[in-house]
């Protein structure tokens, strides 16, 4: 009898364990930030937690609020599907805040994550929430442009698909109504944000495992709780921007870090002046305050694309090796 109880009793004792280990996770990863001084840009921390044996990378990605590609990114020798109980897995989960005005809403397409200023509240310091994004696939671009906004909010929106879309799936043999109602089968999920450009939103979805990946037709994608989230939180008329940054520096108690992103496929130019592109980048921010930078640390940021801060002043550099 005790041989067939202990091994009930052991998966019992570890599924607690690991419902414990995931709460603590998700209570110390949320998604809401202090907002820094404005002469700081680094946000959050990088944390390291073992996996469950349940576990794939896309359940930890969407626990901890970070997308398809960055996880994979960040753990490039974990298997997708079976990273095993125990793996220890890196959550890219420090950021370097985008160039862009700290208000209303920025998305970094490169990276695909949007980053929320909330306005202040009376009383208490600013925060910001950042939510891992899907946007446009190559050939249905996500539009770079600096100045739009919120125009509306949908709850349970219907999808009026246009003529496009509806040929391509055509195309393949799949048929989509003119009209696609509200409902579990809905790509736009329960929340949407109209933008100020027409066609474009800010949504949910009915494919959440899709989250973190450039496979929209130009509309940025959300977790279904992220959307809910930001759909009570933000108001008609918040600000947009959309920036494309594929490096991104900046800075934390004197010290200087890069971030550096995978540049958009169809930026090929892009691609192959990356390291140019960190060089402006760099420049601009050594212009504002002087420090010195390792070429060596600069070169690894760039050719490893990992999407995390890493340090490229010299006194970061001591910092990070004497812990």
């Known amino acids: 009898m005790m041989s067939c109880l202990l091994p009930h009793r052991r998966i019992v004792l570890g599924l607690a364990l690991g419902l414990l280990t995931c709460c603590a996770a998700r209570a110390a990863l949320a998604e809401t930030l202090p907002l820094p001084p404005d002469d700081v840009d680094l946000v959050g ?16 990605a969407r626990r901890s609020h970070l997308g398809h590609d960055e996880i994979l990114i960040a753990n490039p020798t974990v298997d997708k599907w079976l990273p095993g109980a125990g793996t220890p897995i890196t959550l890219p989960t420090r950021y370097i805040l985008p160039a862009a005005d700290r208000t209303g809403i920025v998305l970094n397409v490169p990276e695909m994550r949007v980053y929320y200023f909330p306005p202040a509240k009376r009383g208490e310091p600013r925060v910001i929430k950042t939510y891992p994004v899907s946007v446009g696939r190559q050939d249905w671009s996500t539009p770079i442009i600096g100045n739009i906004r919120v125009a509306a909010k949908v709850k349970d929106p219907a999808w009026h698909p246009p003529k496009s879309i509806r040929a391509e799936a055509a195309a393949r043999g799949e048929i989509i109504p003119e ?4 409902g579990p089968k809905n790509p736009l999920g329960q929340y949407a944000l109209r933008l100020s450009i027409p066609g474009y939103l800010i949504h949910g979805t009915d494919k959440p495992w899709g989250i973190g990946m450039r496979v929209t037709h130009g509309c940025l994608r959300l977790y279904p709780e992220d959307s809910a989230t930001i759909f009570h939180e933000v108001s008609v008329g918040t600000p947009v921007h959309i920036v494309n940054q594929p490096v991104k520096v900046g800075w934390v ?8 992103h995978p540049p958009l496929e169809e930026d090929l130019a892009r691609k192959n002046t ?23 640390a600069i070169t690894e940021a760039v050719a490893q694309q990992s999407g995390m801060p890493v340090p490229i002043s010299r006194n970061a550099i001591l910092e990070a090796d004497a812990r």
């Open 253 to 260: 108690e004197g010290m200087l870090y890069m971030e550096v």
């Open 179 to 182: 009209v696609v109602p509200p």
């Open 45 to 60: 921390q990088t944390h390291v937690i073992k996996a469950l044996y349940e576990d794939t990378l896309l359940d930890i």
């Open 274 to 296: 990356l390291m140019n592109i960190a060089l402006d980048v760099l420049d601009k921010a050594l212009t504002k305050r002087r420090t010195a930078v390792s070429g060596r």
